[in-house]
């Protein structure tokens, strides 16, 4: 059976690209058949000892030190940008120049000055290629059936929610400060890293922000710089406490925060409505519950309360190797949603949250943060979809 192969460029062997490297050198065990075929992988990093890693690893039919060369590659249909988010503004407008298809870490640029930009080159240049911004959050088993749920109407009417994305990776006074704690390398703090997620999620599932009240507060003001050793003062936020109203009407409160002691990983949420209830917490993400008020009340509550779905590896066809049954892995998540956005490239569908969807959340986190500094609910004003 022929099928399209795609070439792919991954920029940036840090976490992300090395998450990504694994997605696509393993597409083809987790779904056979498929649409398309990954005929090769390539990557860039500035770092020196990174290539000599990635060289060793046998994996990239070429690594490069310079971004351009994957681009002005003939052979590369599929640029992945996994670099720190200031530099993602130069990568995604040389691509989209080249009428690359692009697959962009979150947040999609440092500031919506760079978002604005992005959207400008995009409308300007008539580009059509395929994007997407990787929220993988979307792919677990659990999230794609609440989506599924909350099509068909399972809760009605939604009320508010309430959700967050909790770390306690920052707690530490002595931790020194990275990159996605700098300002001037990120463009923000807990609201951009964590926020973006959680944001994603509840935008998702009950549609498009309205307005935000935020506030943001950093509780460690010095660090050690990371690369310097330096003691630099913090200027990046370690929570955002966000209420927001959506267009739809429904309501909510979320958290972003990498000073939630005790917790390792959790993104949650708790969806009310007027026929039911929905709430999934990252720590145990074989399972979604489900609460209906159409079960019996009676007598001594009937059979009311919630239940939990049996989620695992249960994704939407060709998935499920090794087994639906067996228990869900954060990282699968990531290779689903990178297989989703290639089938989509294959397959001519549009891929979702695409760059536009990232655009449209960078506003919501700006507006979050012009929130925390007036004290203010801020509305959100969506660009308009400049797809043709």
Not at 53 to 69: C, F, N
Not at 72 to 78: L, M, N, R, T
Request: overall charge negative; charged content about 25%.
């Amino acid at each position: 059976m022929n099928v399209p192969e795609l070439g792919v460029g991954i920029i940036g062997f840090g976490f992300m690209g090395r998450t990504h490297t694994y997605g696509l050198v393993n597409i083809p065990l987790f779904y056979s058949p498929a649409s398309f075929r990954v005929k090769h992988i390539s990557l860039c990093t500035p770092v020196p000892a990174e290539r000599d890693t990635a060289e060793s690893l046998g994996y990239y039919r070429k690594v490069v030190d310079d971004y351009r060369q994957l681009i002005d590659d003939p052979e590369i249909q599929v640029i992945a940008v996994s670099s720190p988010n200031r530099f993602h503004k130069e990568q995604l407008i040389a691509a989209i120049q080249a009428g690359k298809h692009v697959y962009c870490d979150k947040p999609v640029v440092a500031s919506l000055e760079d978002a604005d930009e992005v959207f400008h080159v995009m409308r300007e240049s008539g580009y059509r290629g395929k994007s997407q911004v990787v929220l993988q959050y979307r792919h677990f088993p659990a999230t794609l059936r609440a989506k599924q749920l909350m099509e068909e109407g399972f809760v009605g009417r939604v009320f508010h929610y309430r959700g967050g994305y909790l770390h306690s990776s920052n707690i530490d006074p002595d931790k020194p400060l990275n990159w996605k704690s700098d300002k001037s390398q990120g463009g923000g703090g807990s609201l951009f890293d964590m926020g973006a997620h959680t944001l994603d999620m509840m935008t998702h599932l009950l549609g498009d922000v309205a307005a935000i009240n935020a506030l943001c507060e950093t509780f460690i003001k010095e660090r050690k710089h990371k690369g310097t050793g330096e003691v630099v003062p913090v200027d990046t936020d370690d929570v955002a406490l966000m209420m927001l109203r959506h267009k739809s009407g429904a309501v909510g409160l979320l958290e972003a925060t990498k000073f939630a002691t005790g917790i390792c990983d959790e993104l949650r949420f708790e969806i009310h409505g007027e026929l039911g209830a929905l709430r999934f917490n990252l720590m145990e993400p074989n399972w979604l519950e489900i609460y209906d008020v159409r079960d019996e009340k009676q007598p001594h509550g009937g059979r009311r309360g919630f239940k939990r779905i049996e989620c695992v590896q249960q994704f939407q066809e060709p998935g499920g190797f090794p087994n639906p049954k067996f228990s869900i892995g954060w990282i699968r998540s990531h290779m689903h949603c990178m297989y989703s956005f290639l089938e989509c490239i294959t397959l001519d569908k549009a891929p979702s949250p695409s760059l536009e969807e990232g655009i449209r959340l960078q506003r919501v986190m700006a507006a979050g943060y012009q929130s925390a500094e007036t004290g203010r609910w801020v509305e959100v004003d969506a660009p308009t979809p400049c797809a043709p």
